[in-house]
Structure formats: structure tokens, C-alpha cells
């Protein structure tokens, strides 16, 4: 397995601000992903996050709301933009390792008011 | 922590008992399947994967049984632990894809 760290854990944000969530991996990983997880809700991918070139979004999510950046292997940051209350949820890391398995980061819990 | 799944079906058994969690699956092209328990204020946690040229696959006190004919993915869990409450996800890909496809999760409660 891998592990997986995110920053911050948790927020607590003003509506019109952004925040940038971190996610460190302790090896290198070839697929990365960001996923949200809304009160109540299950997960939704956001989008897959490509080392050295631009995130691929899913439908739904675009890159202005939900920029992401990938430096390298073991490190990539989501950004919300611009949010507003609808934008409270859990925010996700994860990492794909041997054989499809895919591992989640601990989340990021933002409240925006 | 922050609960997850505050609206989620709920499932409720006695300490010891076996627990049976169930998931209906939309693609038919799915050929990758997997179990993920979340706990409070946790991310995801693997369980046990299949794959659909298998139709049961068993770990430790787990098993996954697979039906694509009606496109059902079950989780079984032997002899049930206050350890294991939790909230239950099945999830899905296809073709070599990697990205998940969330079902609607379980909240799994275990009484004493």
C-alpha cells in the first residue's frame, strides 16, 4: 500500500475565497486522482491528475472551479475557486499502485460560509 | 470526526453475526469491481477487489460474490466485529480505466 497524506485535514472558509489542498504520496505513483465526497453522498471523481501535463476533468467539473497542479510523482494540489456554501464536502486524494488498486488519501474536510 | 453517509441505507446486526451488503451496478462493461470501508473521518479503505471473469472471491473473514447477469456485487463479512461499523462502498471500472465509479454506499452498524 501507500501512504498518503493531505493538508490540510480540515477548513473552515469564507465564501468567494479559494483553497489549495495538498496530497503527498511516500512513493512514486503513476495515476493520481482527486474525488468529492458531499454530506451524505458517495464519491465523484473530479478529475485525474497527469504528471507534466494538464488535469483531465470529468464531466461536470471544470478546470477555472477545480485547478490542479502535479509537479511530479508523489505530489499534487486541488484548488477550489471561488467557493460558495454548495462547495462544503470531503475532497480526496487517491493513488493507483499495482494492479488497479487504488488507495485514498485521509481527505480534506471543507466547510465554506 | 465529521460522519459520512448521514443519509445512507443502514444496515443493523447483532455482534457475530454475518453481515451480507449489497450493490447494483450500472455498466455492463465493467470488468473491475471493488469493497471499500469508510470510517469516520477517514478516507476509504481497500477491502477486497474481483474481476469479472471470477464470480466469488474471499480474504480475510470477506467475500465478494459477483453476478453480471444481474449486475450485483455483494459483500460478506463473517462474524461481525464492533470494528467493523462503518460505512460500505462498492465501486467500479472498466477497461483498463483506473477512475471509479461510486455506488450509493451502506452504513454497516454493529450492535452488541
Known amino acids: 500500500s501507500a501512504v498518503i497524506s493531505q493538508k490540510p485535514s480540515r477548513d473552515i472558509c469564507q465564501r468567494g475565497t479559494s483553497l489549495t489542498i495538498q496530497c503527498q504520496v511516500d512513493?512514486?505513483?503513476?495515476?493520481m486522482f482527486w474525488y468529492r465526497q458531499q454530506p451524505g453522498q458517495s464519491l465523484t471523481l473530479i478529475a485525474t491528475?497527469?504528471?507534466?501535463?494538464?488535469?483531465?476533468?470529468e464531466s461536470g467539473f471544470v478546470i477555472d472551479k477545480f485547478p490542479i497542479s502535479r509537479p511530479n510523482l508523489t505530489f499534487s494540489t486541488l484548488t477550489v475557486s471561488n467557493m460558495s456554501p454548495e462547495d462544503s464536502s470531503i475532497y480526496l486524494c487517491?493513488?493507483?499502485?499495482?494492479?488497479?488498486?487504488?488507495?485514498f488519501g485521509p481527505g480534506t474536510r471543507l466547510t465554506v460560509l | 470526526g465529521e460522519s459520512v453517509g448521514l443519509h445512507l441505507p443502514t444496515l443493523s446486526v447483532q455482534e457475530g453475526d454475518n453481515s451480507i451488503i449489497n450493490c447494483a451496478y450500472s455498466?455492463?462493461?465493467?470488468?473491475?469491481f471493488i469493497w471499500y470501508k469508510q470510517e469516520s473521518g477517514k478516507g476509504p479503505q481497500f477491502i477486497i477487489d474481483?474481476?469479472?471473469?471470477?464470480d466469488k472471491r474471499q480474504g480475510q473473514r470477506v467475500t465478494v460474490l459477483l453476478n453480471k447477469t444481474v449486475k450485483h456485487l455483494s459483500l460478506q463479512i463473517a462474524a461481525t466485529q464492533p470494528g467493523d461499523s462503518a460505512v460500505y462502498f462498492c465501486?467500479?471500472?472498466?477497461?483498463?480505466?483506473?477512475?471509479?465509479?461510486f455506488g450509493q454506499g451502506t452504513r454497516l452498524t454493529i450492535n452488541p
Open positions: 491528475a497527469n504528471q507534466g501535463s494538464e488535469a483531465t476533468y
Open positions: 455498466n455492463s462493461a465493467s470488468d473491475y
Open positions: 465501486a467500479e471500472t472498466y477497461q483498463g480505466a483506473q477512475k471509479l465509479v
Open positions: 474481483i474481476r469479472s471473469n471470477m
Open positions: 512513493s512514486q505513483v503513476t495515476m
Open positions: 487517491s493513488v493507483v499502485l499495482d494492479v488497479n488498486e487504488q488507495f
